[in-house]
């Protein structure tokens, strides 16, 4: 069993910046992806960024040039950092990890998900 644990958001002014994290803990064998979501009311959840485990990286276009994924693997978390918010990203943020648990078998998780609203 594999937990994600988020923290980071919050309300932030436009122009503003937050940096989220998900940690993950449990049988964990490897984290092959670790990566963020998010999900705007009236939109479809959407991919912001995700990294792999060998380092390569995939941004939302939309996004580009504003955030930045890292990881600590050694903590098993994936941090997020998001600069020049603007109010249209406002959402809730939600992790996401693939890997393989302590038995090889494979696990696809979601985080709970952490509020940003982005509102002067």
């Known amino acids: 069993q594999v937990q994600l644990v988020e923290s980071g958001g919050g309300l932030v002014q436009p122009g503003g910046s937050l940096r989220l994290s998900c940690a993950a803990s449990?049988?964990?064998?490897?984290?092959?992806?670790m990566g963020w979501y998010r999900h705007a009311p009236g939109k479809q959840r959407e991919l912001v960024a995700i990294?792999?485990?060998?380092?390569?990286?995939n941004y939302a276009d939309s996004l580009r040039g504003r955030i930045t994924i890292s990881r600590d693997n050694a903590k098993n978390t994936v941090y997020l950092q998001m600069n020049s918010l603007k109010v249209e990203d406002t959402a809730v943020y939600y992790c996401?990890?693939?890997?393989?648990?302590?038995?090889?078998?494979?696990?696809?998780?979601w985080g709970r998900g952490t509020q940003v609203t982005v509102s002067s």
């Open positions: 996401h990890v693939v890997g393989y648990g302590l038995g090889h078998q494979f696990f696809d998780v």
């Open positions: 449990g049988s964990i064998f490897g984290l092959n992806v």
């Open positions: 990294m792999y485990s060998g380092g390569n990286t």
